[in-house]
């Protein structure tokens, strides 16, 4: 049962250099969602999804793209990484909808700038 | 828009102790869920407990309770003989219901269970 996998789980970039974080839900969720946790700070909602093609923004969606073109995948992209982004960052899915099911986080991936 | 408050960074207690954590919350919703996840060191978030805003009883679940009261916006967790593996980052959250259901979380309390 994998439920929500983040790729990779580590990463080390250097400023300007680009990346892209896979989000991939394998519970037929509707909803997924991408968020940032920074020391002595609750998590924070970057970029999230309803649906297949749809993307809206979260709380601090600057300096990041999504896409959602397949149900099961959700994925982050840093187009210039700056130190700022250096983060743990967490995808979580859920049903949506009526639904009163909680969200579903994975293992999250830990982003350092240098 | 939604705030929630953990007012206590860290709390540390003795094993088979009993332990409360604070959270309040600001809205001006009538139908939400609140939720506490648990962030051990292994980075993984895990759902808890959740409350649901209709319901006036307070939800428990194993040694895990809250104290849901909704006039002063507060949640607040109680472990019950509390055990090593409860060391953790402890996180309040609320949901609204309609729309996107984005979560969102407090700042955090690093609970430390001694033995």
């Known amino acids: 049962n994998a439920g929500v996998t983040q790729t990779p789980k580590f990463r080390v970039l250097k400023t300007g250099q680009s990346m892209t974080l896979l989000c991939a839900q394998d519970m037929n969720h509707e909803y997924m969602y991408w968020y940032r946790q920074d020391p002595g700070m609750g998590l924070r909602l970057i970029h999230y999804s309803v649906g297949e093609g749809t993307t809206a923004k979260g709380e601090v969606p600057d300096g990041y793209n999504v896409s959602r073109l397949k149900k099961q995948n959700f994925l982050l992209g840093l187009e210039s990484a700056a130190p700022s982004q250096t983060s743990v960052y967490f995808c979580?899915?859920?049903?949506?909808?009526?639904?009163?099911?909680?969200?579903?986080f994975g293992d999250g991936t830990r982003l350092s700038i240098l | 828009a939604q705030t929630v408050t953990q007012s206590q960074p860290e709390m540390s207690v003795q094993e088979a102790e009993t332990v409360t954590l604070s959270c309040t919350y600001d809205t001006s919703e009538s139908n939400y869920y609140l939720f506490w996840y648990k962030q051990p060191p292994s980075r993984q978030m895990i759902l808890v407990i959740r409350q649901e805003a209709y319901k006036q009883q307070n939800a428990t679940e194993n040694r895990f309770s809250v104290n849901f009261q909704k006039a002063a916006k507060s949640f607040s967790l109680k472990i019950s003989d509390s055990q090593l593996g409860d060391t953790a980052m402890y996180f309040c959250a609320f949901l609204i219901i309609q729309g996107a259901q984005k979560l969102v979380f407090g700042q955090g309390t690093r609970l430390t269970i001694n033995p």
């Open positions: 979580a899915s859920s049903l949506g909808g009526h639904s009163n099911q909680p969200q579903h």
